[in-house]
Each structure stands twice: as structure tokens, then as C-alpha cells.
């Protein structure tokens, strides 16, 4: 799985298990929502790493707790 796909999969569960829709999410993380739906779409196969900084501090985890997820055991490399 490339970093892009899994990023948009673990945007989709936090989503789904918050109750809360693509809006809601760039809404609370202060970004745009066509940010947050191009990542979520796996139209930005390389999500910055500021973008998911920002994302985790809205919705106020930390970026071990969203990385720390099966879905980014096995990325592949992406040269």
C-alpha cells in the first residue's frame, strides 16, 4: 500500500468513528476542504507531512497515535 492510500483509509476509519463528515474534518482542522477530499480521494498520492500535522492537531491526537496504525506497517516505497 503506498502512504497516500493508507493516509485516506486512516482519514475515512477517524472520520467514521467520530461521527463526522470530510467537511466537518477540514472544519475542525482549519484546512480546505478540497485538501481534505483530495487526500481522502487518493488525489495527493504524497500528503504533506505538515497537512497531517495540522490534521492531528485538530482533531488532537498526536502523530504517533495516527501513524500507529496497521494500515502503515507495510508502505511501499514510493521513489
Given at each position: 500500500m503506498k502512504i497516500g492510500e493508507a493516509v485516506s483509509k486512516?482519514?475515512?476509519?477517524?472520520c467514521e468513528q467520530r461521527n463526522i463528515s470530510i467537511n466537518e474534518l477540514s472544519n475542525i482542522?482549519?484546512?480546505t476542504q478540497s485538501t481534505i477530499q483530495n487526500?481522502?480521494?487518493n488525489n495527493s498520492k504524497n500528503p504533506k507531512l505538515l497537512t497531517i500535522?495540522?490534521?492531528c492537531d485538530g482533531l488532537n491526537i498526536s502523530i504517533n497515535d495516527?501513524?500507529?496504525d496497521d494500515l502503515f506497517q507495510k508502505i511501499d516505497r514510493e521513489d
Open positions: 486512516k482519514l475515512l476509519k477517524i482542522c482549519l484546512l487526500i481522502v480521494s500535522v495540522r490534521i495516527f501513524f500507529n
